[in-house]
């Protein structure tokens, strides 16, 4: 099952970017400092636009794929394309265990199932794959297309990250905040009229009913899980447990990050998860009201196995697996992104960023992930990841690797 329909940009934008060029040009793309303040809007649109170098066409209104070549993918022959090899596989399982009459993705240039199976079956063959031999493998298989939106190709990159909290399985003077299971009338993705929303939910609405998951000591940590979607619980009896998204209460989410820049509370050029964290803590008498802005209130299910599952139900992998835009992409699409991580590591951001060009699986989507060049990064667990998970929100470049099978040489 999927995370979380928000995994959300760190400062909890919501938002596709929309740029000022009208569409793709023939050189190369080209960073924009206007980036830094893209236009908050969701779009959503019409068909898919295939085109090839002959002859490029104005994107659609919401997806075109350029045909590319490896060679000009910046940093594609330095990746550690290996590290990407596991993420792959486990997308393969997923593939393998369809019917190949499936639709791979929600686009027919996806193919179907079975256009993918052989590539899972021709990486099943295979042992432990070095670099080298692991680019090779995504090379022989799959040809490259760049990704542009509305506004072209550039795009808007974020982070996200498996949460921490402390919580116990029975509530006492300190462990009183509790993590709710999807209740009954929810499941199935049903959207009753007149669901609580967080503040009545934070209120007691739903006590007394037995969905109490688990109970933690912090309200701005379970806040948090909401918008991340999954986390670690460690428990007071030195175990722990793992939780991940069931289900949403379905009302709308509201980012209160906006709240806090719309009010002047914090400078946009500075809003971060941590930013976020830090006004709650400086105004606990106000931080309640913040947070049930946001009417969407999340519920949880105990996970097993390795890691948080994502959209595609399977275990993510730290830094190579990418939440992306469902209405547009296939789950086990191979995404390669080029953009720099300004703000990732904390600090001022240095004067040209640190380059983030690596090969990612998408594996995971949300609500806030809306867009063509949209991705959500996810980082891992524990205070580094989170930190950079937090930080990020940086504009860069997209491609994604089509099978060789679907799609013809250009002329």
């Known amino acids: 099952m999927r995370l979380s329909p928000f995994p959300q940009l760190p400062g909890e934008f919501t938002a596709t970017p929309i740029g000022p060029s009208g569409g793709p040009s023939g050189g190369r793309p080209r960073r924009r400092s206007w980036l830094r303040h893209l236009r908050l809007a969701a779009v959503l649109g019409a068909a898919l636009v295939l085109t090839d170098c002959a002859g490029r066409q104005e994107p659609g209104p919401d997806l075109a794929l350029t045909p590319d070549t490896y060679s000009a993918m910046r940093g594609w022959a330095a990746d550690d394309h290996d590290a990407a090899i596991p993420a792959l596989r486990r997308s393969c399982d997923r593939i393998m265990a369809q019917p190949a009459e499936r639709s791979a993705g929600p686009r027919p240039e996806f193919g179907r199932i079975g256009d993918w199976q052989p590539i899972c079956a021709a990486l099943a063959q295979t042992g432990v794959l070095d670099r080298i031999a692991a680019r090779d493998f995504f090379e022989t298989h799959f040809r490259p297309y760049q990704v542009a939106g509305p506004g072209g190709y550039d795009g808007l990159f974020t982070g996200y990250f498996e949460a921490s909290l402390r919580g116990a399985r029975r509530p006492d003077a300190r462990y009183r905040y509790p993590l709710y299971r999807l209740p009954p009338e929810l499941k199935n993705g049903a959207k009753p009229d007149g669901f609580p929303d967080r503040a009545a939910i934070a209120g007691g609405a739903l006590a007394g009913r037995g ?201």
């Open 211 to 411: 969905l109490e998951l688990v109970w933690v000591d912090d309200p701005v940590d379970a806040f948090f899980l909401h918008i991340q979607g999954s986390g670690r619980v460690a428990l007071e009896d030195g175990s722990a447990m793992r939780v991940g998204y069931a289900g949403q209460n379905g009302h709308p989410y509201f980012a209160i990050g906006r709240a806090l820049i719309d009010r002047g509370e914090v400078p946009k050029d500075r809003m971060s998860m941590q930013a976020i964290r830090d006004w709650l803590a400086a105004h606990p008498d106000q931080a309640d009201a913040l947070m049930n802005m946001n009417a969407s209130y999340i519920f949880f299910r105990e996970l097993d196995g390795d890691g948080p599952v994502g959209a595609q139900g399977v275990a993510l992998t730290p830094e190579r697996s990418l939440a992306v835009d469902r209405t547009l992409f296939a789950y086990g699409l191979p995404v390669w992104l080029d953009t720099d991580l300004d703000g990732a590591f904390g600090g001022e951001p240095p004067p040209s960023g640190l380059p983030l060009r690596r090969l990612m699986i998408a594996q995971d989507t949300g609500g806030a992930i809306r867009g063509a060049v949209r991705g959500d990064v996810f980082w891992g667990h524990g205070p580094e990841a989170a930190d950079r998970a937090g930080r990020m929100r940086d504009p860069g470049h997209m491609w994604v690797l089509v099978p060789r099978s679907l799609v013809q040489p250009a002329a």
